[in-house]
Nanobody, 130 residues
């Protein structure tokens, strides 16, 4: 089982990046997959999640209108398109997966404690310069 995150980098404020989280070893449609971020000296923060079975999504308010989460089932990959990046978006971004147990909404993944995730990917660093 693996979550492979990629796509981070250095970008100027106002720029864009697309993060990818490729999943393997589990049934893609049975899981939420989402993104968390951790800035230096701050706690990890949930950013966005998607319920792969129906494509429903959730974004935190601070990224709405700038970030979009989507998935490509043919590639077992979830994307986080980040536009109009700001210096405060600078963080290590992690993807995580949580199995859907009932018919919960996608926000469920972001509310779960870190130890409650089924899988974590390694982080990818996003640095936004001003």
């Amino acid at each position: 089982v693996q979550l492979q995150a990629s796509g981070g980098g250095l970008v100027q404020a106002g720029g864009s990046l697309r993060l990818s989280c490729q999943a393997s070893g589990f049934t893609f449609d049975d899981y939420f997959i989402g993104w968390f971020r951790q800035a230096p000296g701050k706690e990890r923060e949930g950013v966005s999640s998607i319920k792969n079975s129906d494509g429903s999504t959730y974004l935190i308010d601070s990224v709405k209108g700038r970030f979009t989460i989507s998935s490509d089932k043919s590639k077992n990959t979830v994307y986080l398109q980040m536009n109009d990046l700001k210096p405060e978006d600078t963080a290590v971004y992690y993807c995580a997966a949580l199995e859907v147990e009932f018919d919960e909404p996608p926000m469920t993944l972001l509310l779960a404690p870190p130890g409650g995730m089924d899988y974590w990917g390694k982080g990818t660093l996003v640095t936004v310069s001003s």
